[in-house]
């Protein structure tokens, strides 16, 4: 599969994706523990609806922040 940024980890598959996110499932190279990661994108249009996707963004951060991922 592709390069990515995360290290010790080998990526093994896309399971999940929406509008803004990618989450992907991957695996530590030494342990072999499964973890999932998830990636927004940092890419927003300016628009009317920009404050109510900085929140959502905002809300995200919380929420990841709260779990062990």
Do not use: R, W
């Not at 592709?2 to 030494?30: C, D, E, R, T, W």
């Amino acid at each position: 599969m592709s390069k990515h940024p995360v290290q010790n980890y080998q990526i093994l598959k896309v399971i999940g994706q929406g509008a803004f996110a990618m989450v992907y499932q991957f695996q530590h190279i030494k342990t072999k523990e499964i973890v999932a990661i998830k990636q927004i994108s940092t890419e927003m249009q300016v628009g009317p609806h920009y404050d109510k996707l900085l929140e959502y963004f905002n809300q995200e951060i919380q929420i990841m922040k709260t779990i062990k991922h």
